[in-house]
C-alpha cells in the first residue's frame, strides 16, 4: 500500500508556471505505474498524465500536450507535474494516483491509490 501527498498548488496568472509534487509512503513508488488527474467544479475528474514505473514512456491528455511534463523521482519517492503556459481552464484540484498494474491507465477506475488533491486556480 502507498500513501499520497500533493502539494505546489496555488493561484496564478494565465501564461504562468507551477509544478506540482506527490509524495509517497509505504511502498516505494517504482512499484507503480502514476498518474495526475484533475477535476473542475461540477466536471468529471479527468487524466491528465501518466507515467510508466521507471519513467521511460509518458502519455498526456491533448488538451496539456506540450504544455505539462510529468516526471518522477523513484529515489526519493516523488511524482512530479511541471506546468507551464497556464490557462484559466485548468484551474481545478489536482490528483496523483497510483497503479499497481505496470501500464499507464487513462481512467480513474484504473488507479488503485489517491492523494488527497491540491487546488491549483489560474486567473485572467
Known amino acids: 500500500q502507498v500513501q499520497l501527498v500533493e502539494s505546489g498548488g496555488g493561484l496564478v496568472q494565465a501564461g504562468g508556471s507551477l509544478r506540482l509534487s506527490c509524495a509517497a509512503s509505504?511502498?516505494?513508488?517504482?512499484?507503480?505505474?502514476m498518474g495526475w488527474f484533475r477535476q473542475a467544479p461540477g466536471k468529471e475528474r479527468e487524466f491528465v498524465a501518466g507515467?510508466?514505473?521507471?519513467?521511460?514512456?509518458?502519455l498526456y491528455a491533448d488538451s496539456v500536450k506540450g504544455r505539462f511534463t510529468i516526471s518522477r523521482d523513484n529515489a526519493k519517492n516523488i511524482l512530479y507535474l511541471q506546468m507551464n503556459s497556464l490557462k484559466r481552464e485548468d484551474t481545478a484540484v489536482y490528483y496523483c494516483?497510483?497503479?499497481?498494474?505496470?501500464?499507464?491507465?487513462?481512467?480513474?477506475?484504473?488507479?488503485?491509490?489517491w492523494g488527497p488533491g491540491t487546488q491549483v486556480t489560474v486567473s485572467p
Open positions: 494516483a497510483a497503479d499497481r498494474l505496470p501500464l499507464i491507465a487513462t481512467t480513474v477506475d484504473e488507479y488503485d491509490y
Open positions: 509505504g511502498r516505494t513508488t517504482s512499484s507503480y505505474a
Open positions: 507515467i510508466t514505473r521507471g519513467g521511460g514512456t509518458t
